[in-house]
């Protein structure tokens, strides 16, 4: 997978305006192909991802586009609706589908999502290159970091390391729910942790698994690390940094979310046409809109996510929360999600057998 083509001081750059963008992120009508009454489905993750993005992408475009509606359908992840997408293959009543980038691939080679291209969606153009990943026909929306969710009532100071899941004063204060995403794209960054390369085998990674594994109070996704840090059932644990970011907004002084000095892997998240869908020319007009810096930056502000638009710039700020300090984000890991697709069932029955239950 190619890295992306910017800096992080592009990232961080203000945007000049940045309030007046996010407040008024509706588009310009997309034509008369938006004409009349039409519905268009769109699935994706439930919670506070639904939220965000009917706030700032969905309801914006029913706006721009008199006469549209937009049905929202949550799943709990993307292994649900790739199970929806092969049950309706041949008649699908989802148009656009919100995966994770390891599921969209698979959908592709599956043939049940149709290809992009720039004259489809003239935004794809100003994607990052990891964006428009070639092994799939969906392109990424955004990008949320794999981070260290910690109780705020418990921590003078942040912790400032994946070691930090070993401290000998968290026995059975640890979560880490790494029996999917979380695990996966937590190996490749311990494997290199542990001067190893995950494309060449994942035993540097699962040795420092093992190691935190006394700590360990659940293994499980639910009840979710974020619910059980707010409840003070465990002080540390393995989660997303954006919904840590959302949760700390909505909560001040309980929870928080950090990425760690060694930096972290970005989980990508997906829009895909889904193929044979009767309502392709809106959805695609839907996915470019999503994909416009003003859909970007709102979204971004909104749910802590990455943008993957390069066009869409954000205040120094909001860039800090969602990569990390300027040092941190240099050490992002860029994995090849081709290569964990095809890896991805494997790695999780390791971390059952040879971190859980060994």
Known sequence: ???????????????????????????????????????????????????AFRA??????????????????????????????RLERDAPEIDVAITDISIAILATTEGLTAPLTDADIPNRSALYDWARDPGMNGLAFSRDNLALIYDRRVFDAPPTSWMDLGRPSLVDQVSMPVQDTRGVALLPVLTRMGDGDYR??????LALMRRFAPNVASWNAQPDIYTLTLAQTVALGVGWNGRGQMIDRENPGTIGATIPKEGS??????????????????????????????????????????????????????????????????????????????????????????????
Not at 21 to 38: M, T
Not at 200 to 205: A, D, H, Q
Not at 296 to 325: V, W
Request: with cysteine.
């Open 265 to 358: 892997v970005a989980q990508i998240n997906t829009l895909n046409l889904t193929a044979h869908t009767a309502s392709g020319d809106l959805g695609r007009d839907f996915i470019n809109h999503a994909l416009s810096p003003p859909a970007q930056q709102a979204f971004a502000a909104r749910a802590y996510y990455g943008p993957t638009n390069h066009d869409a710039a954000l205040p120094e700020t909001l860039a800090e929360a969602i990569f990390g300090s300027s040092e941190v984000a240099e050490r992002e890991m860029h994995i090849d999600w081709t290569f964990i697709s095809a890896h991805y069932s494997a790695w999780i029955r390791r971390i059952q057998r040879e971190v859980i239950s060994g």
């Open 200 to 205: 060449k085998g994942i035993e540097p990674g």
């Open 1 to 51: 997978m190619t890295e992306p083509g910017v800096s992080f001081l592009g990232r961080r750059a203000t945007l000049l305006g940045f309030g007046a963008c996010v407040g008024s992120v509706a588009l310009p009508h997309v034509g008369a192909r938006a004409a009349g009454w039409r519905t268009l489905t769109v699935a994706g993750f439930h919670g506070p991802f639904e939220t």
């Open 56 to 85: 700032t992408i969905i309801e914006p475009f029913e706006r721009a586009n008199p006469g549209v509606t937009v049905v929202y359908r949550p799943v709990l992840n993307s292994a649900q609706l790739l199970a929806m997408l």
